[in-house]
């Protein structure tokens, strides 16, 4: 069955450092693939997003995500965290499903950021 | 500014009534989602539609309904049949076609006593 997993419900880091959200899916070909955060209360911002050609993808906030077809990840990354940074982040595949733009999710990953 | 605005924000029910949610956009886009999201669990596709006047079921679509009757709106009602429904629903929208950027409302908390 196609999934998506993140692999640690939470993190936490201090302000300044680096940061790295892991991501899996299961599926048979490369899908489309996206990162996106939410706020607490609020809906889902899209960071970035991945479709083919170049593995390392820029997004929005200084984000950037590695593709790796070997590893079927694709990890989020972000040099040094803002306090605002803060949020949930979910990682998204849409695989080839006949014509209709299917999401799937994973169960998302917490950041507590330290000042 | 164009968005997707979902009302209300918090909405309170008592056990067997039914409840719509309501999901506004503006960007012109075909396609629109319901998703439901729980604690540690991510978001489930509750319906979808690509077009107005179809839609289709999700993952999760038992104890759920929706019309699609204007291309700008796609209300969700939460039927007394839902065994669980207090979580929070997240409307989205996008442009036909897979992978294409779905758009998300902010979500209303449904909380059913």
């Known amino acids: 069955a196609q999934s998506v997993t993140q692999p640690d419900i939470h993190i936490t880091v201090s302000e300044g450092a680096s940061l790295e959200l892991r991501c899996n899916y299961s599926?048979?070909?490369?899908?489309?693939l996206f990162w996106y955060v939410q706020s607490p209360g609020q809906g889902l911002q899209l960071l970035l997003k991945?479709?083919?050609?170049?593995?390392l993808v820029q997004g929005i906030k200084g984000f950037e995500a590695e593709f790796k077809r070997s590893q079927s990840s694709f990890n989020l990354r972000k040099p040094s965290v803002h306090w605002s940074d803060a949020a949930e982040y979910f990682c998204?595949?849409?695989?080839?499903?006949?014509?209709?733009?299917?999401?799937?999710f994973g169960a998302g990953t917490r950041l507590a950021v330290h000042p | 500014d164009g968005g997707i605005t979902q009302s209300p924000k918090y909405l309170f029910r008592k056990e067997g009534q039914n409840v719509t949610l309501s999901c506004e956009q503006n960007?012109?886009?075909?396609?629109m989602y319901w998703y439901r999201q729980d604690p540690g669990q991510g978001l489930r596709l509750i319906y979808y539609?690509?077009?107005?006047?179809?839609?289709q079921k999700g993952d999760i679509a038992e104890g759920y309904s929706v019309s699609r009757e204007k291309k700008e709106s796609f209300p969700l009602t939460v039927t007394s049949a839902q065994k669980n429904p207090t979580a929070f629903y997240l409307c989205?929208?996008?442009?036909?076609?897979?992978?294409?950027?779905?758009?998300f409302g902010p979500g209303t908390r449904l909380t059913v006593t």
């Open positions: 998204a595949v849409a695989p080839f499903s006949g014509g209709y733009n299917k999401l799937i």
């Open positions: 539609s690509q077009i107005v006047n179809d839609f």
């Open positions: 960007l012109n886009h075909d396609a």
């Open positions: 991945y479709f083919s050609g170049d593995t």
């Open positions: 599926y048979g070909a490369t899908p489309y």
């Open positions: 989205a929208s996008s442009v036909p076609g897979q992978g294409a950027e779905q758009y």
